[in-house]
Nanobody
């Protein structure tokens, strides 16, 4: 089992920056990759960014050049640095972890990010 806890959400003005964090505990050695998803009012859950154990990253087109996903293995934490925030970035951001063996899909409780225009 893997337990994920997000933190760092809040209210920020358009054009501003925010960093959210996801700390993993439990069977963290089983995790193959982690990701950030978001649920906005306009869309279904959207994949925002991914990071593998090897450090490879991927981003949704809507956030490329503005968001950066990173990890601190010593702290078992994955970060999402969000810059040049827009109103459409508003939503609940959830951390996700995938374990190949034993297979498992794990979610955090989510953290609210609100961008005011």
């Amino acid at each position: 089992q893997v337990h994920l806890v997000e933190s760092g959400g809040g209210l920020v003005q358009a054009g501003g920056s925010l960093r959210i964090s996801c700390t993993a505990s439990g069977s963290i050695d089983s995790i193959n990759y982690m990701a950030w998803y978001r649920q906005t009012t306009a869309m279904q859950r959207e994949l925002v960014a991914t990071i593998t154990n090897g450090g490879s990253t991927g981003y949704a087109d809507s956030v490329k050049g503005r968001f950066t996903i990173s990890r601190d293995n010593a702290k078992n934490t994955v970060y999402l640095q969000m810059n040049s925030l827009k109103g459409e970035d508003t939503g609940v951001y959830s951390c996700y972890a995938y374990s190949r063996w034993p297979i498992g899909n794990y979610w955090g409780q989510g953290t609210q990010v609100t961008v005011s225009s």
